[in-house]
């Protein structure tokens, strides 16, 4: 018999830096201050939530949105098991789209945001506000699928991103219920007590975004809106050969930024909140600090876009224990011949009955 | 450089050779490229996954098998599970028959058997099954559940089962589900290579989505030795079937090839596959192409007096030597005047059928299903049908007309059923369930039709888009024939496409998947409740005020005395009469203060006032200024 326990964690600490200090002038393997941030920062590991709430084809834009993000997350390191996407209705495979599996951020079509590769956790009817509250407070009904839990711990650093239609103090869901801001408060701060989360980065492009974070009371959470209370968020632009709207101009933006930046990239949360000035956003983008610890301008983009997990630097000597070798090889004299069998098929029509 | 990459092949070709050191579990690819009447062509994937496992605790060292689909046999007393995704609707008539059957959108049924187990046991293990398979593929099927599941009684027959023992299945469809890359990715991810090598690497989402119809599916059964469970085989199969319109790539001629279909030519074979082979239909429709380049092997297969030709490329040839990069197999119609369309037909398939919905209105309607028999001698037909709980059927205006194909009109002459089992719905709990077997004599059509009756749902059970409408799942006709024509189904001891090789047997079981229907239920305005207390609250602020004012004011008739006896000089009163009241109250002062503001809009009260005013005792300034603001406002 195989022994099953014997299945063992093997914790490898990384030796890079040793590396690194065998060829010291080499700092674009892992930049110095990059290591300062990335020991600062107290997760373990990353996940994101990325909500399309909006159903219909006019709502083209909101799905390029989140797939925009979603795009980049994955790009930068969490893999989809992480990522729980939300998405209210089918643009890709819509009769109307003209490039049937794809879906741009832009008229040119420059990036297919959709990819070759998406994973959408949750679609169609399936996103309602009582599915997203399950989700972010982890009350999933009995039964639900791994990859449609947020299996994340007090050492997780979540991302959660929300577009839609929304107006202060709410954001609709598939055109038929809404989630107030008292709500998300609500989840966010029962996700706190739970520890379901070291900190959390609430990102959302909406109209009047602002009102949504107002009600936070959670520690941790910094907060990012596309437009303040009062004022509407904008699309982009207007892709003439299907009709509507690409994406919204924060997250337009917020995506020509992410673009950028690559898994080891030094650039930070802080620059990340400035990407839309009123300039070119026309609404004012809202950011709200005070309940986050850390300096904005300090803290890596891959810290909630990545996931880059914390390196211990370590010059001494490591015991690895691996597994039982034997496990792994795979020995023929073990190995007990199976005895073949004669397989009769049913008949698989019930002749009998017109007999 | 090229010894390190002829020493890497043979490495693998010895690999390949060893099957990873394990002789039970083997790993097959097949591709099967059938050009279709109207410039269509279908290609047919198949991987199949067989592990003789042996006893169950074998489960739990997975190879090739995912590990997902070994977990659900330590999990479930599930012995055999079929799941489809499909977009689009397969054209019987033009197509003829397809590999394997899909209904649009996503069906999923499963036979449960083991020690022990009752109808509620299965019922959750159901539920929970098709759960798992919703975060597996990505799709929807958690809404799979007792109000859109059924048991079959005799249309859906399980493939193989331990005599002992009670079985169990369960079935449902979602009609809606629409299927995109997203379901793609996890599919592929089931594969051993997933989409890296082989012929999965074909299957990019932009030329899968782009086909007339695609439908991806997932078969898992277990085979064991009679009367124990210690001795097991499972098969994993999953298809992608895809039919391509020539038309949609804009060619000059009708030529077309593995890298026009896919986007690109194929990067080897997959090296855990014991066989990797691509099949190509010759005759009928396949005849008029040239293959580039020229297939080494030809198999003719001959199953129930149909034959077949195929051309077949064995991957595991082609890609023997080092320099072959990327294969690609191109298929070069005739340069001749008939170059514009592929129009010959085939032969026209022994079952069609269709269905369609009667009748007008939001309350009641029919629905029909038209089975032809095309074939010279009568066939047994079984229909299943599953009609959610939101529509109500009439059994008794169940009926099954005929005619012969050269007629026009239905008659009124009846067939007899042979079959008749039904079980009503339960409103919000069960569908109703329908199965029925008739002879249905040759050249002939039939027209099963059933009253039904559409319900009127409560607010928050409609879904967001409740003018869509909603769907009625296809019906399943099943039929056995006699002869193969057409019929290229695999046979239910096989596993590999070309087991349906030279397959003879007495007789063929056809299964047909009907259209699904989209009924649009009574819709209610769901604007209404907010126009309503819209509307109630207007009404009710307009009538507030007189009738509070009216209520509350007291009313006191005073005699003026000063009132003129002269009828003229009574019209002349009654004229100036509102400039002279404002003018004695500012004398004399309000009695009632803030009845008399909310009253001042209403006529019938401001023309009291004077009447009041005389007689009311004192009053002070501000309030009077206080009216007459509000009077400004409310104007």
Redesign the interface.
């Known amino acids: 018999m195989f022994n099953i326990m014997l299945v063992k964690f093997v914790v490898i600490y990384a030796l890079i830096l040793a590396s690194c200090r065998v060829e010291a002038d080499d700092t674009s393997v892992l930049p110095e201050g990059f290591v300062d941030a990335a020991q600062r920062s107290t997760h373990t590991n990353n996940w994101a939530v990325l909500v399309d709430a909006s159903r219909f084809w006019f709502n083209y834009r909101h799905v390029a949105n989140v797939l925009s993000i979603y795009r980049s997350v994955k790009r930068l390191g969490i893999p989809d098991s992480q990522i729980i996407l939300m998405i209210a209705d089918d643009m890709a495979c819509n009769a109307r789209n003209p490039r049937p599996g794809q879906v741009y951020n832009n008229a040119n079509q420059h990036i297919n945001v959709y990819g070759d590769d998406v994973e959408v956790d949750y679609r169609g009817y399936e996103v309602t506000v009582e599915n997203f509250v399950r989700l972010l407070t982890g009350r999933t009904q009995n039964g639900t699928a791994r990859s449609k839990k947020l299996l994340s711990d007090a050492g997780s650093n979540v991302l959660i991103y929300l577009t839609g239609h929304g107006g202060d103090g709410f954001l609709k869901f598939q055109d038929s219920e809404e989630i107030t801001s008292q709500e998300l408060a609500d989840g966010i701060q029962q996700m706190w007590e739970k520890k379901r989360y070291n900190e959390l980065f609430f990102m959302v492009d909406t109209c009047q975004a602002a009102s949504l974070y107002e009600k936070f009371t959670s520690p941790n959470v910094l907060a990012v809106a596309s437009s303040l209370v009062g004022e509407d968020s904008l699309s982009h632009h207007v892709d003439p050969s299907i009709g509507v709207y690409m994406i919204d101009r924060y997250t337009y933006y917020a995506l020509e930024f992410l673009e950028k930046v690559q898994p080891f990239s030094k650039r930070t949360i802080g620059e990340f909140l400035q990407v839309c000035p009123k300039r070119v956003c026309i609404s004012t983008v809202g950011v709200r600090k005070d309940l986050y610890r850390r300096d904005p301008h300090k803290v890596p983009i891959t810290d909630f876009f990545g996931a880059i997990r914390p390196t211990r630097v370590s010059t001494d000597r490591i015991n690895v224990t691996l597994a039982n070798e034997d496990d792994f090889i795979f020995d023929k004299d073990k190995m007990v011949t199976k005895k073949p069998f004669k397989i009769v098929m049913e008949s698989q029509f019930p002749s009998e009955l017109f007999k | 450089m090229y010894p390190v990459a002829f020493v890497l092949l043979l490495l693998v070709a010895f690999n390949a050779g060893a099957n990873?050191?394990?002789?039970?579990e083997r790993f097959h690819e097949e591709l099967v490229v059938r050009p279709l009447s109207g410039d269509h062509v279908n290609t047919y994937f198949q991987f199949t996954t067989r592990w003789?496992?042996?006893e169950k605790?074998n489960l739990?060292?997975t190879q090739l098998t995912p590990r997902v689909i070994a977990e659900l046999l330590q999990q479930f007393a599930v012995k055999e599970l079929h799941i489809g995704l499909t977009?689009g609707l397969w054209r019987y008539e033009t197509w003829g028959y397809p590999i394997v059957e899909a209904t649009s959108g996503a069906e999923m049924w499963a036979w449960f058997s083991g020690a022990n187990l009752t109808n509620r046991d299965v019922d959750s293990q159901w539920?929970?099954l098709a759960?798992?398979f919703?975060?597996?593929l990505?799709a929807?099927l958690?809404?799979v559940d007792n109000t859109n599941s059924i048991a079959p009684r005799?249309l859906i027959?399980?493939?193989?089962?331990p005599a002992n023992g009670q079985r169990f299945v369960r079935y449902a469809t979602l009609p809606?589900e629409?299927?995109?890359?997203?379901n793609l990715?996890?599919w592929k991810k089931l594969l051993p290579c997933g989409?890296a090598s082989g012929f999965a690497s074909l299957l990019?989402?932009?030329h899968?989505?782009?086909t007339k119809y695609h439908s991806l599916g997932l078969k898992v059964r277990v085979?064991c030795?009679?009367h124990d469970e210690d001795?097991c085989?499972v098969e994993l199969t999953q298809t992608a079937n895809l039919v391509y319109d020539l038309r949609l790539f804009e060619l000059s001629n009708n030529d077309f090839s593995l890298r026009r279909l896919f986007g690109m030519g194929l990067n080897g074979y997959c090296e855990l596959a014991e066989s990797s082979k691509i099949y190509v239909q010759r005759n009928e429709l396949g005849e008029r192409y040239q293959l580039v380049p020229e297939p080494v092997h030809e198999v003719k297969t001959t199953r129930g007096g149909h034959s077949v030709v195929y051309s077949v490329y064995d991957m595991h040839e082609q890609f023997k030597e080092a320099g072959e990069r990327l294969f690609n197999v191109a298929w070069l119609a005739p340069k001749s005047a008939n170059r514009r369309r592929n129009l010959a037909k085939p032969s026209l398939p022994p079952v069609t059928v269709h269905r369609y919905l009667l009748g007008h209105g939001q309350e009641r309607g029919r629905i029909v299903t038209v089975v032809t028999n095309s074939h010279y001698d009568a066939l047994?037909i079984?229909l299943q049908e599953v009609i959610p709980w939101y529509v109500h059927a009439y059994l008794h205006t169940l009926s099954i007309r005929r005619k012969p194909q050269r007629v026009n009109e239905y008659g009124r002459q009846r067939l007899p059923f042979?079959?008749l089992h039904y079980t009503p719905g339960k409103q919000r709990e069960l569908p109703s369930h329908l199965e029925i077997?008739f002879?249905l004599p040759g050249q002939t059509s039939a027209l099963i039709s059933i009253d039904v009756d559409y319900l009127l749902l409560k607010w928050l059970e409609y879904?967001?888009?409740a003018n869509h409408g909603h769907y009625i799942g296809s019906a399943i006709v099943?039929?056995?024939l006699p002869m193969g024509r057409n019929y290229s189904a695999l046979p239910?001891?096989g596993h590999l496409f070309e087991h349906s090789f030279n397959a003879t047997r007495p007789?063929y079981?056809l299964s047909l998947h009907t259209e699904a229907l989209i009924v649009s239920l009574p819709t209610p305005d769901?604007s209404m409740p907010y126009n309503v207390i819209c509307l109630a609250c207007t009404v009710v602020a307009l009538a507030f005020g007189p009738i509070h004012s009216v209520a509350t004011k007291m009313i006191i008739v005073g005699r003026q005395t000063s009132a003129p006896k002269n009828f003229v000089k009574k019209i002349f009163n009654q004229i100036f009469r509102r400039g002279k009241a404002a003018d004695e109250a500012a004398a004399e002062g309000e009695g009632s203060p803030a009845a008399g503001a909310a009253a001042s809009d209403a006529t019938g009260v401001a023309s009291a006032r004077p009447a009041i005013s005389p007689g009311s005792p004192s009053g002070d300034q501000p309030l009077l200024e206080d009216l007459d603001e509000e009077e400004e406002e409310q104007d």
């Open positions: 990873l050191g394990r002789d039970d003789h496992y042996g605790d739990y060292h977009q539920k929970a759960n798992v919703s975060g597996v990505c929807s958690n809404f005799h027959r399980p493939q193989f089962m809606r629409i299927v995109c890359t997203e990715t996890p989409s990019n989402s932009g899968v989505h782009n085979l030795e009679d001795n085989i047994p079984m042979k079959l077997g002879m879904p967001p888009d099943s039929s056995q239910p001891e007789s079981v769901f």
